[in-house]
């Protein structure tokens, strides 16, 4: 079964950036690119969609909450009506810049803290998926697999593709363990080991020991860290000799 691998991209403000997106939009197949409210600028977002059109990678819009201090990490209470608006605001914005780059945004993924409390709250993830349906009924929504986005992209009759994570430990629920949280974040030999898993065995290393099921058609590479372009090519030169196809899901 093919597997498609995303990162999360043009998460730079102004003269300061982060990560090496260039490269990573060589390794990766889908690009979540932020749309100025956890992260990312007019010039950023534009920047970004190009580089990922020239290379034929699919674009997403990373929608998080108003959050630049806090990178969108920071739990926010919104009135569900207000985060629809939100998100809209985002996907347009993002579309926009895709457009004018010869392709589109084919899919929405949340990010940070919005990403866990839509996964949470019905009332949230509605107001996502009120969001999406409202510019294009077409959108994919990408998320963790089993929860209240799912459920949410099912009554809407929106497409849903569940995201695993390589280089993150997950709680026996299936959930992803708190950064915070000692062995929560993987080191480059166990993440490549877990994509693997994910993708041959649908499995991933639970933070107490053991593994849980994770149901996962697209693998998160986060882009954010030094080592984190290598990091990728070794994932993704793993999942070739394991016979993984890698193929964007959209």
């Not at 490269?23 to 979540?32: G, H, K, W, Y």
């Not at 926009?96 to 929405?108: E, L, M, P, T, W």
């Not at 996502?128 to 994919?140: E, N, Q, S």
């Not at 299936?174 to 649908?202: C, K, M, N, Y």
Request: include cysteine.
């Amino acid at each position: 079964m093919p597997l498609d691998l995303n990162s999360d991209l043009g998460e730079g403000f102004g003269s300061w950036t982060m990560g090496d997106d260039a490269a990573m939009l060589d390794l990766v197949t889908s690009a979540n690119i932020a749309c100025g409210f956890h992260a990312g600028d007019p010039s950023i977002m534009r920047r970004t969609c190009a580089l990922a059109a020239e290379r034929g990678v699919r674009i997403g819009a990373h929608v998080g909450h108003r959050d630049l201090v806090g990178f969108g990490r920071r739990r926010i209470e919104i009135d569900p009506a207000d985060l629809r608006d939100e998100v809209l605001y985002q996907i347009g914005a993002l579309d926009g810049f895709a457009r004018a780059a010869g392709s589109r945004v084919s899919y929405v993924k949340p990010h940070g803290a919005l990403y866990h409390s839509a996964a949470a709250r019905r009332d949230l993830a509605d107001a996502v998926l009120a969001a999406m349906t409202d510019l294009d009924p077409k959108l994919v929504l990408l998320g963790p697999a089993g929860t209240e986005l799912e459920h949410a992209a099912t009554a809407a009759g929106v497409r849903f593709v569940g995201e695993g994570f390589a280089d993150r430990a997950y709680t026996p629920e299936g959930r992803l363990a708190p950064r915070g949280r000692a062995g929560a974040v993987l080191d480059a030999d166990a993440a490549v080991a877990q994509a693997v898993s994910i993708a041959t065995e649908g499995r991933a290393r639970v933070v107490e020991g053991g593994t849980v099921e994770v149901g996962a058609g697209s693998l998160c590479v986060h882009g954010d860290t030094p080592a984190a372009v290598e990091m990728a090519r070794r994932i993704r030169d793993a999942l070739a000799a394991a016979g993984v196809v890698v193929e964007a899901f959209v």
